[in-house]
């Protein structure tokens, strides 16, 4: 599945009730334990925005965030700024951290883009170099964009139907 722009909207637009959250990569973040935190989501959803790098040879970013119900997450990795170089690869892990899904080079260019529904809980998603990168393509500069649309219980959307049911009748009499 390639990303697009018009793919990069779409993720930030499934949160388009909030304004996504921007956070700065640090470094000291190689490992699950070091996770940099990007934040709690809860219904409707949000989405949050990286920029990060990898660099030098051999550098991974991990990130942690949690979910408070069953959550659609789209994650797109892009170079920046508005760079085709570089070659990323793109993991998501549960609280383990076992590995849910990965993406080499689905998005634009070689960079990675990956979809999962996953229930209520913490993630993490890692940033890397491609299996297949050079020297020219293993550091870079990037921006992870993540949206996630949290899917409502069944038992609410059907509190929420039988409210706009009564408002409806009121209205009528």
């Known amino acids: 599945m390639k990303f697009s722009l018009i793919g990069l909207a779409g993720i930030v637009a499934a ?5 996504a959250a921007f956070f700065l990569e640090a470094e000291g973040n190689n490992t699950s334990g070091t996770a940099n935190p990007v934040g709690v989501y809860a219904p409707p959803g949000d989405a949050f925005l990286v920029d990060g790098s990898i660099s030098p040879l051999g550098d991974q970013d991990w990130f942690i965030f949690s979910v408070t119900g069953p959550a ?6 892009y170079g920046r700024p508005n760079s085709t170089i570089g070659d990323s690869f793109l993991e998501l892990y549960d609280a383990v951290p076992a590995l849910i899904t990965s ?5 634009i260019g070689k960079f990675s883009s990956l979809e999962a529904n996953v229930p209520a809980g913490t993630y993490y998603l890692r940033v890397l170099a491609g299996p297949r990168s050079t020297s020219i393509d293993a550091t870079f500069d990037y921006k992870l964009v993540v949206g ?6 069944p038992g609410s959307l059907c509190v929420a139907g039988l409210g706009g049911l009564m408002a409806a009748r009121r209205k009528r009499s």
């Open 103 to 107: 993406d080499d080079d689905d998005n």
């Open 148 to 153: 996630i649309n949290i899917v409502p219980a």
């Open 15 to 19: 949160a388009s009730t909030s304004q």
């Open 72 to 77: 659609e997450i789209k994650a797109a990795v």
